[in-house]
């Protein structure tokens, strides 16, 4: 018998663990607890309305959402009256509201004012936490298209949510400062996406309580930012999986030449793409929601990929959902315009997906041409 051969193998010491990006037991009920409120109390001609009347969010119902259901103690730690749930559970939330093109804070405060003051790690910032653990609204006074955290001057255009905001996180060159919202002067501006309502913060002559010094609040900040764009894609993802559903439904209902018109070869060879682009969407966003929950050292890079690929898929998916609607899909009374103006928006916030190209290109050491 011949005796095998003692080849060298090179084998890693500790071989990597794939990444397990499915679906907890726990996130499916987040979910599903999360899409029935939005269905019962935030229906489509709600959503409109509140979006037309220009009067922010609903307060019963964010604190439902946020305090009942407990989604805005997800990322606060236990030992401040939260959750620790982590970046995967807000993800999940984060779906859920861009598929009912919701008109809440959760983005603003829950993810990026409180990864903010995690990153702070200061006790004035702390103290903050188990405020907005219970339903405080805290926005950043940074304008939604921010990428980077830069000292503010005396008015910021641009900042979501602030009109139903209790306190603004302000970073100027002396530090990064919790300005209650009642000494600011707020003034609505008009947006594309108006279930995402902006406003002019006038901020001068305020005084706030110093949370962190200038470059502090600003590594903070950037994290706070970061966290944003990383489960900003998720609400993409979201807002196209709602679209390419409801595209789905429609056409199997729609009868042209007495067939349906999904039967139709090339509304199929379009559907079928749309499917895939979801599906990669869906990879791409989960990676970076599991990427900052466990702080993983490639995490900028996959938040860069995420943006880059989710913004354009949702863009896509809602220019898709109105085509295919045909005459319904036109008008005002139909969504498909809410999810077009949502992705539209998203698409600038926080970084456009040419910005986080830029990024990857640095990320990954890729020379200009």
Known sequence: MTA???????????????????????????????????????????VLARAESGAGHDPALWRTLAVEIGTAALLVPEKQGGQDAGHRAAAVVLEELGRGVAQLPFLTSSVIATETLLACDTPAAAALLPALAEGAVCVPAVPLTATRARPAGDTVTSVADAAGADTFLLLTDSGLYAVPAAEARITPQVPLDLTRPLAEVRLDGVRGELLATADAGRAALDRGLL?????????????????????????????????PVGSFQALKHRLARLWLDVASARAAARAAADALATGAADAPLLVSVAQAHCSGVAVRAAEECVQLHGGIGMTWEHPAHLYLKRAKADSLALGTAGHHRTLLADLADIPAP
């Open 4 to 46: 095998p051969l003692d080849l060298p193998v090179d084998l890693p010491a500790d071989p990597p663990v794939a990444t397990d990006l499915r679906y907890s037991t726990e996130e499916e009920d987040l979910r599903a607890a999360v899409r029935a409120l939005l269905a019962d109390r935030a229906p489509h001609p709600d």
């Open 227 to 259: 966290a944003g764009a990383g489960l900003l894609a998720s609400e993409q993802l979201g807002l196209a999986d709602w679209c390419l559903t409801e595209t789905v439904g429609y056409l199997r209902t729609r009868h042209q030449f007495n067939r």
